[in-house]
């Protein structure tokens, strides 16, 4: 595991556009949330323990977000050869187990997590209306081990502020995690 912070993706960015699978092969794009207010898209995955830490409770912020409108995609752009782990069919008893309520999507040739800049599991771009970037980073100052609650404060001040027309914080923390495993060879530049 190599602790890897988010690139911190220029605010202003244009959501990069996407189309991929969940589990069970259902396509989903970033069109599909152009009615939404908000989206967040999160660069995810199963093994990480910095995902597991705050997977709880995320899937308990994803419930209560989008009764207010925001919309959410999870991304997995793991090697799933080098990490069976986060293989598709171990997707889908994640998406069981913890009840999520946003696809969960698979990023196999990489190519979206590095459109985004992704450079660690978990990292977080929230994006408004008119889908520009608005916040990139940290879920919370939670990490494991370190005996901070995990409480999506970070998070939830953006994505408060978003919805209700105002500008997210300036103070952005980036997200830390595991990287990001690429593909032998296919390493982005910025990793």
């Known amino acids: 595991m190599a602790l890897t912070p988010s690139t911190m993706l220029a605010l202003g960015t244009e959501a990069p556009d996407f189309r991929l699978p969940d589990p069970a092969g259902k396509l ?3 069109a599909d949330f152009r009615d939404a207010p908000a989206l ?16 709880e409770g995320f899937a308990a912020f994803a419930k209560e977000y989008a009764a207010k409108g925001l919309a959410i995609v999870a991304i997995n752009a793991n090697d799933a050869r080098s990490h069976p782990e986060d293989a598709p069919p171990a997707m889908a008893k994640e998406i069981r187990r913890f009840g999520f309520v946003f696809p969960y999507l698979v990023d196999e040739t990489q190519a979206v997590a590095k459109a985004y800049r992704a450079a660690c599991t978990p990292d977080f771009f ?9 916040y ?10 370190n005996r901070i609650p995990v409480t999506g404060a970070d998070l939830r001040a953006a994505v ?3 919805l209700a ?6 103070d952005q923390k980036p997200s ?10 296919a390493e982005p530049e910025y990793a």
């Open 28 to 30: 989903v794009a970033l």
């Open 40 to 55: 967040l898209v999160a660069f995810w995955c199963n093994h990480c323990p910095y995902v597991q830490h705050v997977r």
């Open 126 to 134: 929230l994006f408004d209306g008119a889908r520009k970037l608005v």
């Open 136 to 145: 990139r980073g940290q879920f919370d100052a939670s990490r494991p081990g």
């Open 160 to 162: 408060d502020a978003v």
């Open 165 to 170: 027309g105002r500008a997210a914080p300036a």
């Open 176 to 185: 830390i995690g595991c990287n990001i495993k690429w593909k032998a060879g």
